[in-house]
């Protein structure tokens, strides 16, 4: 294998393998992370109780696996428009529309009318297509506001604070489910982080670019 960078010879490799300092200097980075963390709490709360939630409301447990396999079916081809739209129209731009979409489809399609059987197949269907553009998108975003030498150390002390998120997010959510009466509850939460994820790219993208309509 032909070695494009020179490897780094560093004493202390716990602290180079971080970059704890551009949290703090760099406010893009800081909003992108802190994005990051709360769209993938988010993302867990959904892709695991999506199913039980289904199976509480009467429905069968084929049915329940068939919502979860529709929302990643459809996740195939959100992984690979998202990324060809980012090409041509800006990733962070795709990446703010299809969190907000996600936010709009918790709000207005599973929260009101999730106890539908085929509004929840809809729901799975179009939050798999945006949802997995978070998947997509989010390391290339990283890169973007990253020099190449240091893309490994900053999107690996991202998900390092992402691991907490989503280390907490499944006991928090089944406290808030309870005895199956709390999954509004849980919905709201999962909204609620996923708007503030769509704020925070948002606050991201003018950090880096301004308000001006531009490819970024």
């Not at 716990?14 to 704890?20: N, P, Q, R, T, Y």
């Not at 060809?84 to 996600?102: E, K, L, P, Q, T």
């Not at 604070?161 to 089944?174: E, H, K, Q, R």
Request: glycine letters at 8%.
């Amino acid at each position: 294998l032909k070695v494009r960078l020179p490897a780094v010879k560093s004493e202390n490799f716990i602290k180079d393998s971080f970059v704890m300092m551009d949290l703090i200097h760099e406010p893009r980075f800081l909003t992108l992370s802190a994005a990051i963390l709360l769209g993938e709490f988010s993302l867990i709360l959904v892709f695991t109780y999506m199913p039980s939630y289904t199976m509480y409301h009467g429905y069968s447990e084929s049915d329940a696996f068939l919502v979860t396999i529709t929302c990643n079916c459809v996740g195939l081809i959100g992984r690979s428009l998202p990324s060809y739209a980012g090409d041509h129209f800006g990733r962070f731009n795709v990446m703010c529309i299809s969190v907000v979409a996600c936010t709009i489809l918790i709000f207005i399609i599973w929260l009101p009318f999730g106890s539908n059987l085929k509004i929840m197949y809809t729901f799975a269907a179009f939050y798999g297509l945006f949802n997995s553009t978070f998947q997509a998108l989010t390391p290339v975003c990283c890169g973007q506001i990253s020099k190449t030498k240091d893309f490994g150390k900053r999107y690996g002390t991202v998900y390092f604070f992402v691991s907490f998120g989503n280390l907490i997010a499944l006991p928090v959510g089944g406290a808030l489910i309870g005895n199956g009466k709390g999954y509004n509850n849980l919905i709201i939460l999962a909204g609620v982080t996923e708007a503030l994820s769509a704020i925070l790219w948002i606050i991201s993208r003018v950090i880096s670019t301004g308000w001006k309509l531009n490819k970024f």
